[in-house]
Nanobody, 121 residues
Framework: QVQLVESGGGLVKAGDSLRLSCAAS?????MGWFRQAPGEERGFVAS????????FYADFVKGRFTVSRDNAKNTVYLQMNSLKPEATAVYYC?????????????????WGQGTQVTVSS
């Protein structure tokens, strides 16, 4: 059973940066980041294939976020720059049992507990 633990969330001001980390306890392949704001459905943010050669981003990212991974550490990262108040949400890490990255939450097999990101204006 794979366990995912997110870290790096917090309270920042608009325009600041944060780097989220997701450490996996077992072997994982493609991984993704999703977020859920109060009263909203969980939505896709970014994903990365097992090799790191393929990445996908939600349109609202617009070059401000970067997903990366270190397979030696079994960890995936989400670098978030120029944060906006609408980015306030719980951010979840997810993992698949296959190497290809996807953008739908239903394609992921394992989920972390989430880390809160709050961006003040």
């Amino acid at each position: 059973q794979v366990q995912l633990v997110e870290s790096g969330g917090g309270l920042v001001k608009a325009g600041d940066s944060l780097r989220l980390s997701c450490a996996a306890s077992g072997r994982t392949y493609a991984m993704g980041w999703f977020r859920q704001a109060p009263g909203e459905e969980r939505g896709f943010v970014a994903s990365i294939s097992w090799s790191g050669g393929s990445t996908f981003y939600a349109d609202f990212v617009k070059g401000r976020f970067t997903v990366s991974r270190d397979n030696a550490k079994n960890t995936v990262y989400l670098q978030m720059n120029s944060l906006k108040p609408e980015a306030t949400a719980v951010y979840y890490c997810a993992a698949r049992n296959v190497q290809y990255a996807r953008t739908r939450a239903s394609d992921y097999d394992y989920w972390g507990q989430g880390t809160q990101v709050t961006v003040s204006s």
